[in-house]
């Protein structure tokens, strides 16, 4: 029981779109004393509701998850408190993911291959008002560069990563328009503007770029 100069654990909103998931990590992160999980999201709209209404301390988010990612729930968040800290939890071991991750706001990365030592440690740092990245993807990413590997989606703005993600699923401009909050002309624009910076000419070439760089195992849709 906590007395009066006992510190608040700090208030977690967790945004996984698996609920066993959420479920194992919020008992890990609530037996550690310092968190406590205030609320959950499934995904990113609900996600950004659910900051406005409770304005946790900390933001734990995956990437992919259905319609928007997290890189979107990300932004909305920072458009409405700029301070807010925000971790990136996510299965993607890939300088790409954590880099788009970091552009778009996020404190740190951590992946789900680590242990929860990681976990526990990173949200401490981000709390102490550190950056942090887990070492599996601080290797990768020392990996990327001593190689020279310099990948082309870090030519892409976070909102591009974010619609290229969407297309890499099949949804179609009209779905993801719909997911990231935009006109159908904008996605259409944005689309362009991926296959000019990537140097693609097609949807095809586009998806096998992506897969390529680990962004997912299905072909794109042709342009129409």
Same mark, same amino acid.
């Given at each position: 029981?906590?007395?009066?100069?006992?510190?608040?654990?700090?208030?977690?909103?967790?945004?996984?779109?698996?609920?066993?998931?959420?479920?194992?990590?919020?008992?890990?992160? /609530?037996?550690?004393?310092?968190?406590?999980?205030?609320?959950?999201?499934?995904?990113?709209?609900?996600?950004?509701?659910?900051?406005?209404?409770?304005?946790?301390?900390?933001?734990?988010?995956?990437?992919?998850?259905?319609?928007?990612?997290?890189?979107?729930?990300?932004?909305?968040?920072?458009?409405?408190?700029?301070?807010?800290?925000?971790?990136?939890?996510?299965?993607?071991?890939?300088?790409?993911?954590?880099?788009?991750?970091?552009?778009?706001?996020?404190?740190?990365?951590?992946?789900?291959?680590?242990?929860?030592?990681?976990?526990?440690?990173?949200?401490?740092?981000?709390?102490?008002?550190?950056?942090?990245?887990?070492?599996?993807?601080?290797?990768?990413?020392?990996?990327?560069?001593?190689?020279?590997?310099?990948?082309?989606? /870090?030519?892409?703005?976070?909102?591009?990563?974010?619609?290229?993600?969407?297309?890499?699923?099949?949804?179609?401009?009209?779905?993801?328009?719909?997911?990231?909050?935009?006109?159908?002309?904008?996605?259409?624009?944005?689309?362009?503007?991926?296959?000019?910076?990537?140097?693609?000419?097609?949807?095809?070439?586009?998806?096998?770029?992506?897969?390529?760089?680990?962004?997912?195992?299905?072909?794109?849709?042709?342009?129409?």
């Amino acid at each position: 029981m906590s007395g009066p100069g006992t510190p608040q654990p700090w208030r977690v909103l967790l945004a996984d779109d698996h609920a066993v998931v959420r479920a194992g990590y919020r008992h890990l992160l /609530e037996r550690h004393g310092k968190v406590s999980v205030v609320a959950e999201a499934d995904h990113a709209d609900e996600a950004y509701r659910l900051y406005r209404e409770h304005r946790p301390d900390l933001f734990i988010t995956d990437i992919t998850m259905p319609g928007a990612s997290g890189l979107d729930a990300i932004r909305r968040v920072l458009l409405i408190e700029p301070s807010a800290r925000v971790l990136v939890f996510s299965m993607h071991v890939s300088p790409d993911f954590a880099l788009a991750a970091l552009r778009s706001g996020a404190w740190g990365y951590v992946t789900k291959n680590s242990t929860p030592d990681v976990l526990l440690r990173a949200i401490g740092d981000v709390m102490g008002g550190r950056q942090v990245l887990s070492p599996d993807i601080a290797q990768a990413l020392a990996l990327a560069s001593v190689c020279g590997g310099r990948s082309p989606l /870090e030519e892409l703005t976070p909102r591009e990563f974010d619609v290229l993600l969407l297309m890499v699923d099949l949804h179609s401009v009209e779905r993801i328009a719909q997911a990231l909050h935009l006109s159908t002309k904008t996605v259409q624009n944005l689309h362009y503007q991926i296959k000019r910076k990537l140097q693609v000419s097609n949807d095809i070439e586009l998806a096998q770029l992506a897969m390529s760089c680990g962004l997912g195992n299905a072909p794109a849709r042709p342009s129409p």
